[in-house]
């Protein structure tokens, strides 16, 4: 069984910044691929973004050039940075390896 606990939600105005952590309870060294993504209320949930063990980066076309993925893999611990963001970027994100999802954690933007 895998554990993920995601953090560092919270509320924000916009074009204000965060940063999301996704911890995992097992080395993630060897996990080719982690991923955040996110659902907003009435809304299915969408891809953020994802990193594969090499370092390659894959963006959902709403956040391209505003948030960046990272991974720590000495920390087990997979990154979101959220830039200039928008109300419509409101949403609980989930951090995603394999078949494994964590709770989530919400962002609301908002003025």
């Known amino acids: 069984q895998v554990q993920l606990v995601e953090s560092g939600g919270g509320l924000v105005q916009p074009g204000e910044s965060l940063r999301l952590s996704c911890v995992v309870s097992?080395?993630?060294?060897?996990?080719?691929?982690l991923g955040w993504y996110r659902q907003a209320s009435g809304k299915e949930r969408e891809l953020v973004a994802t990193?594969?063990?090499?370092?390659?980066?894959r963006y959902g076309d709403s956040v391209k050039g505003r948030f960046a993925i990272s991974r720590d893999n000495a920390k087990n611990t997979v990154y979101l940075q959220l830039n200039n963001l928008k109300p419509e970027d409101t949403a609980v994100y989930y951090c995603?390896?394999?078949?494994?999802w964590g709770k989530g954690t919400l962002v609301t933007v908002s003025s």
């Open positions: 995603k390896l394999g078949n494994y």
């Open positions: 097992r080395s993630i060294f060897s996990v080719n691929t």
């Open positions: 990193i594969t063990s090499d370092g390659i980066k």
